[in-house]
């Protein structure tokens, strides 16, 4: 994941969590690993971790990178009503 912007009156929608799980979806699929560099404070981590991805590595600066696999995180269920983050 290159980058996820949301404005701020659009965030703690689920509308983040719903894109990640289509990606996480396709990436199962394949059977491709997803990563992302997360800054350490930022609140969006949470969701990340929800979703099956786990810290890897030490922190570099102020970004943690972070790895999701099928095989670790298990089935992607996007029946599920989207996550109501509030950042």
Partial sequence: VL???LLPAWRGL???GVC???LLEEA???????????????P???????????AQGPVRGIHQLMV??????????TSKEPCHEQA
């Fill in 28 to 42: 199962a699929a394949d059977g491709r690993a997803v990563t992302i560099h997360v800054e350490t404070g930022n």
């Fill in 20 to 22: 990640l799980q289509r």
């Fill in 68 to 77: 999701w696999r099928a095989d670790a995180a298990g089935q992607v269920d």
């Fill in 44 to 54: 969006a981590r949470r969701l990340y971790e929800r979703l099956g991805f786990a």
């Fill in 3 to 5: 980058d996820i912007a």
């Fill in 14 to 16: 689920g509308i983040g």
